[in-house]
């Protein structure tokens, strides 16, 4: 089993910035990728952006240049950084921790409130 616990989030403003993060404990196993997703009122959940135990990044494009996704492996801790905040990034926003092989668990944080607005 993996607990992920997230903090970070809250109310901003367009154009500011914020800094999600989520460690993972439990029985860890790589390979893994560790993500955040992201759920709007009315819209389905959809991936802002991946990053492996390996180091490889993946975003949604809409995302691109304006978010960055680190981890400190040694913590198991996965960082979003957000800037330029839209009206439209506001959601809450969801930790992922895949297990990357075959039968692999997935793993989902409680959620945490982004909320964009002037």
């Known amino acids: 089993q993996v607990q992920l616990v997230e903090s970070g989030g809250g109310l901003v403003q367009p154009g500011g910035s914020l800094r999600l993060s989520c460690e993972a404990s439990g029985v860890i196993f790589s390979p893994n990728v560790m993500g955040w997703y992201r759920q709007a009122p009315g819209k389905q959940r959809e991936l802002v952006a991946a990053?492996?135990?390996?180091?490889?990044?993946n975003y949604a494009e809409s995302m691109k240049g304006r978010f960055t996704i680190s981890r400190d492996n040694a913590k198991t801790t996965v960082s979003l950084q957000m800037n330029s905040l839209k009206v439209d990034d506001t959601a809450v926003y969801y930790c992922?921790?895949?297990?990357?092989?075959?039968?692999?668990?997935?793993?989902w944080g409680q959620g945490t409130q982004v909320t964009v607005s002037s």
């Open positions: 990053i492996s135990s390996g180091g490889s990044t």
């Open positions: 992922n921790f895949k297990e990357a092989f075959s039968s692999g668990r997935d793993y």
